[in-house]
């Protein structure tokens, strides 16, 4: 039997990178960090890549980066992003299953509090972070095969929801 990819969108915090290893562990899949394969092929932080290129730059890396997985078969966890371009909701609603961890807005900006790594959140805050949340949200439900809500939810919840979800 083929598996297909199954590629984890979500806001920044929704809990795709945690969530996807813990489901890779339970399914005895492989997982893909795209933040992680960004910076490896780039030797460079993302950050950095933001402050030195900009975003535009980084989403070209990273619409690359999503093409170079086609037929990896594995668990994919996105950048929060990732969905902003068309190209790549294409590919997501083409190439796998894709699960879209939502996360309330509150929740997300308590979770990332003090985290720097993250360029588009530097001096924002919630109001910022809800607001560009609400503008992503379409874009998520657009290529989502299955949304869970994480907001309330422990990494194990949601990796047994996603299994359920996949066995139905």
């Given at each position: ?52 290129y900009g975003e535009a730059h980084f989403r070209t ?98 990796v047994n929801k996603i299994v359920d979800s996949i066995?139905?």
């Amino acid at each position: 039997m083929v598996m297909e990819s199954i590629y984890l969108i979500g806001f920044m915090g929704a809990g795709k990178t945690e969530v996807g290893k813990q489901l890779s562990e339970k399914l005895n899949i492989p997982v893909i960090d795209m933040d992680a394969e960004i910076v490896k092929q780039e030797e460079q932080e993302i950050t950095e890549i933001f402050a030195q290129y900009g975003e535009a730059h980084f989403r070209t890396i990273e619409s690359n980066i999503l093409k170079e997985l086609q037929d990896k078969q594995a668990i994919v966890t996105t950048g929060g992003g990732v969905i902003l371009k068309d190209e790549n909701r294409t590919f997501l609603n083409t190439t796998g299953r894709t699960i879209f961890l939502h996360c309330e807005p509150d929740v997300i900006a308590e979770r990332l509090k003090g985290d720097t790594t993250r360029p588009l959140l530097i001096e924002k805050n919630i109001t910022d972070i809800a607001e560009m949340y609400k503008g992503r949200l379409p874009l998520y439900k657009e290529c989502a095969n299955i949304v869970i809500d994480t907001t309330t939810l422990t990494i194990d919840q949601v990796v047994n929801k996603i299994v359920d979800s996949i066995n139905e």
